[in-house]
């Protein structure tokens, strides 16, 4: 059975998500977190999207992206192929880093994006990794690479 296409149009917003493999962590340091950040922004650059919030987690990430053009696809294959090639040159590994395709989900701006972008930068505090959102954070590190 074929894959359903991806809908995609201009000014869309989506809620973004990808997993690691057999839900293994995609980042694994520092270092790993600084290079996905660096192709996300250069992704946005390249693509002219606009990033309304992200969260980095251990297995996966999540991203609130708006594409001002019809290009979701293009960039996620950027961003995800890309960060992939960085992670496994870096850690000596070969492979799929992700578990299967990115999930993007069609989201309405004016009725739901506070509430999701809410949802997305909380996740560390749900998930127990931190007791307050800010805590350990530069102010650089809150913002988003956007245009």
Request: charged fraction near 20%; glycine fraction near 6%.
């Amino acid at each position: 059975m074929a894959r359903p296409l991806r809908i995609e149009f201009e000014g869309a917003l989506y809620h973004v998500t990808s997993r690691g493999n057999a839900r293994q962590p995609i980042f694994l340091n520092d270092k790993d977190r600084n290079d996905f950040l660096n192709t996300l922004a250069e992704v946005v650059e390249r693509f002219h999207w606009l990033c309304h919030a992200y969260c980095l987690m251990d297995n996966h990430y999540h991203l609130i992206i708006e594409t001002p053009e019809a290009n979701l696809s293009k960039g996620m294959r950027q961003l995800n192929g890309v960060y992939t090639q960085i992670f496994n040159r870096r850690h000596g590994r070969v492979g799929h880093l992700f578990q299967g395709r990115y999930k993007a989900i069609l989201v309405e701006k004016e009725s739901y994006l506070p509430e999701l972008a809410r949802y997305v930068v909380l996740n560390p505090v749900r998930a127990g990794l931190v007791s307050c959102l800010f805590q350990g954070l530069e102010m650089e590190q809150l913002s988003c690479h956007g245009r």
